[in-house]
């Protein structure tokens, strides 16, 4: 690309600008010029036609004055007949002539008989006039040429005794054509340009009207047609020439022409436009010097800074600011600016460089081990990877990986701070650098996970090496006077095969240590396929439920729940089924904690819901109405905001009460979170649901706060009922929850109840409710209803 620098854009731009604007300026003011030339011959042209017409009304005038003053010196008003009248005329006749300018004298007597006093033969076409002054008694004007132009007057005469004779007088209009030309300076004419060739019938000179009238007859027709005016040149000379129409005559047609020579005018018209342009060049000139000695300056300048810049890049900073052009001494301009924020630039570029490469030899230190431990990070652990796996083609040992992670680290971050955290981990540093060997490799993989790389060659060592940082991390740690019991958790993977990559190996640990935290924790698990096949599995499974809402693959069952004292149907608990394409009936245990871990429960948890209401309106319309159904809600769909409104909504669109539902609550769910819990569950009861606790005796439950909840019913969980026959402890605890519940007046539901001898039990035991498959399977819902006639009998007994 070629190179145009900065300084000579703006001149050439600069001048292109000035030179439009200077030829717009001139092109106006030489227009201007022309507009005003034929404006002022416009006005010419009018002026001609005013005096013309001034000039034929002055004559007009004068011969009706003299005709009405010799008819009244003649005493023709006191003569019966018009001879003395004529006698008077003719004897006088050459006097008039001569006074007057009378080219012709016509006179028609009362009886229209025409008498020539001093004329030649009359004009047919003049008797229009002649017949209008006899008729109308008015004198009658008009314009006649023939061998020359005149002006044709008639006027009346009346007698004494009442006769009307007319007297046409023909003046010429020499004296008019050399009046105007005197007046207008310049040459005036009457032409004919009628015919082929064009005839001069008057002139006030002479000299130029007749050669113009040869060589220009046509355009002199045109402009007259036209109303124009015609500029042409003759002999050298620049004229202008006015046409006015005059008489129209069969086939002929007469105009005055006015001849202006306008070359002196032209001629300087033509300096003047000369000058202009010549001015405009100076000013063009002038600007443009001006601006090229302003803008080479500038360029200078600012190639001295470009020709400086490069030195920045390879660090000449010095250099750098001997190259920069000096700042003016005068007036500061931008350059000026440029150059004080370059020279700050560089010295701020040395200052960094120095910090820069200072702390870059503090990063090589710092890039393979941690900040806060001293073990290696991750970027040591991959690269010994790379280094240990590849020497394993020449060996016949393994390279093991331990990956632990602290247990309940979390909580101490939490509960205690970044501060304690932060020595928890020094301290737990410190116990895995004393429980390894000196060849074994140990890093901090992040946060509370860490990871020991170490060669083996057989891999019962790595069992022995994790049980013995399983103690070492079980002992307490005392850290500025607080206790923490903290234990590891710990997967193992092991490799002879020098191909696999680096995080290969280290993912197999990662899975393993999360197998061995979903066990409890401070525990040991090694890697196998079987694993990796059902974290596959797992993650199979987690998409295809997040199509299975989509597609309707999920449904709901409903077991019933019979009371022991009556066995009538007091309700139903609803069951989410899952009927995948490809895997048929999943069981709920497979996919409920994917649903969660994929935070889909709240979705499906409202899908759930709304059949709920659906199912329940069509047991309503078939006459169960003083029937609930109990729906499981997990913790996220509790705490959902939206889930108070939605149920509203639902109850207002199915037409339901809301003592026709019973939540159930899970006991690890009142534990998460229990002061929000109790708020959400005051808030439905308001609303009119029921509330039951689920599996209650399985995990965390306290009575503190199991009174400060709004719930109607314990649900004792399956495990213990399966056992209460068999096993004293269980026995112990359903007899004593039964009583525990009882005392706090609300009902008791047993789940799992397969045996009659369960049943009677539980019966004896003032047990309200029982549900399990002793009594039904879950049923699906469009088969409830066809399920519940043939099971219960007219007092809805089950059978």
């Known amino acids: 690309m070629r190179f145009i620098s900065l300084p000579k854009k703006i001149l050439l731009l600069t001048l292109l600008l000035m030179l439009v604007l200077l030829t717009l300026l001139t092109s106006m003011s030489l227009q201007r010029l022309n507009e005003n030339f034929f404006l002022q011959q416009q006005q010419k042209q009018q002026q001609v036609q005013q005096h013309f017409n001034q000039y034929q009304q002055l004559l007009q005038q004068q011969q009706q004055v003299w005709v009405e003053a010799f008819a009244e010196v003649s005493g023709l008003l006191r003569q019966d007949s018009f001879q003395p009248f004529l006698a008077e005329l003719e004897r006088q006749l050459d006097a008039i002539s001569i006074h007057l300018n009378i080219e012709n004298l016509w006179f028609f007597g009362p009886d229209g008989q025409q008498h020539v006093l001093h004329a030649t033969v009359f004009p047919a076409q003049l008797e229009p006039m002649v017949q209008y002054s006899f008729s109308q008694q008015r004198p009658g004007y008009q314009l006649h040429c023939g061998q020359s132009c005149s002006s044709m007057l008639s006027m009346p005469l009346a007698n004494g005794g009442a006769e009307v004779a007319v007297i046409v007088i023909s003046r010429t209009l020499a004296d008019v054509v ?12 009457i032409v004919e340009l009628g015919s082929d060739t064009g005839v001069t019938l008057l002139s006030s000179s002479g000299k130029v009207a007749l050669p113009v009238l ?8 045109h402009a007259l047609h036209n109303s124009e005016g015609l500029r042409f040149t003759d002999n050298g000379k ?6 006015l129409p005059l008489v129209v005559q069969p086939g002929q047609q007469y105009a005055l022409l006015l001849l202006e020579d306008i070359s002196r005018y032209l001629a300087a018209n033509r300096r003047f436009q000369w000058q202009l342009i010549g001015l405009a060049l100076l000013c063009f000139m002038t600007f443009g010097i001006l601006i090229y000695a302003l803008t080479q300056r500038l360029s200078q300048r600012l190639l001295g800074v470009s020709r400086a810049l490069p030195m920045l890049a390879q660090s000449r900073f010095q250099r750098f600011r001997q190259l920069l052009p000096k700042p003016s001494r005068w007036l500061a301009d931008e350059v000026d600016n440029l150059h004080n924020a370059s020279l700050t630039l560089s010295q701020q570029l040395e200052q960094l460089q120095d910090n820069v490469a200072q702390q870059t030899r503090e ?16 970027n040591m652990l991959q690269f010994q990877l790379k280094k240990r796996l590849a020497a394993l083609a020449a060996e016949r040992d393994y390279l093991g990986l331990l990956f632990l992670d602290v247990d309940q680290f979390k909580r101490v971050n939490d509960i205690r701070g970044h501060e304690q955290g932060d020595l928890v981990l020094l301290e737990a540093a410190q116990r895995l650098r004393n429980g390894i060997n000196k060849a074994d490799l140990a890093c901090r993989f992040g946060g509370d996970e860490f990871v020991v790389a170490c060669q083996v060659s057989n891999p019962d060592q790595l069992e022995a090496l994790a049980i013995k940082l399983i103690t070492a991390f079980a002992e307490p740690m005392r850290l500025q006077g607080d206790v923490y019991q903290l234990g590891v958790s710990i997967g193992i993977s092991y490799t002879r095969d020098n191909n696999l990559q680096p995080d290969d190996l280290v993912r197999q640990a990662d899975l393993a240590m999360y197998q061995a935290k979903a066990r409890g924790g401070n525990c040991l698990h090694f890697y196998s396929q079987q694993m990796f096949d059902h974290f596959q ?3 199979a499974l987690e998409n295809e439920l997040k199509h299975a809402l989509a597609q309707q693959q999920f449904a709901i069952h409903l077991q019933p729940k019979i009371m022991l004292d009556t066995q009538r149907l007091q309700g139903f608990e609803v069951l989410l089924r899952w009927q995948s394409p490809s895997r048929g009936m999943v069981p709920p245990d497979e996919f409920i904690s994917i649903l969660e871990y994929a935070r889909l429960m709240i979705p499906v948890g409202y899908w759930v819901i709304e059949q709920s209401f659906l199912a329940m309106q069509q047991l309503q319309h078939a006459g169960y109405a003083d029937i609930t159904i109990a729906i499981n809600l997990s913790a996220e769909q509790l705490m959902d905001k939206g889930l108070p409104s939605y149920l509203d909504t639902l109850l207002q669109q199915y037409h339901l009460q809301a003592s026709n539902f019973e939540l159930e ?12 819990t109790i708020t959400t569950m005051h808030q439905l009861k308001a609303m009119g649901f029921l509330f039951a606790i689920d599996d209650f005796g399985t995990g965390y439950s306290s009575l503190s706060y199991l009174r400060q909840m709004p ?21 112990d605890i359903i007899t004593s929850t039964i009583a525990m519940v009882k005392k706090l ?5 047993a789940e799992g109840v397969e045996t009659q001898a369960q049943c009677r039990m539980l019966k004896a035991h003032q047990c309200d409710i029982a549900q399990g498959y002793l009594f039904s399977k879950p049923v699906a819902a469009s088969q409830l209803l066809a399920h519940l006639q043939a099971n219960l009998d007219e007092r809805r007994c089950w059978r």
């Open 363 to 378: 990063l090589e230190n710092m890039a393979m081990f941690d900040l806060l431990t001293g073990l290696a990070n991750r």
């Open 214 to 221: 040869n060589t220009q007859r046509a355009a002199l027709t």
């Open 665 to 676: 609550l899970t006991e690890s769910l009142l534990a998460q979170n229990i002061q929000d």
């Open 745 to 749: 007046g609300l009902a008791v539901v």
């Open 537 to 539: 599995n797992r993650l």
């Open 711 to 731: 719930v109607d019913t314990i649900k004792i969980d399956k495990s213990f009922v399966f056992g209460m026959l068999d096993n004293q402890a269980d026995f």
């Open 238 to 243: 620049q004229y202008f020439a006015h046409v």
């Open 178 to 189: 050399l009046a105007i030309g005197q007046s207008m300076q310049g040459e005036v004419a």
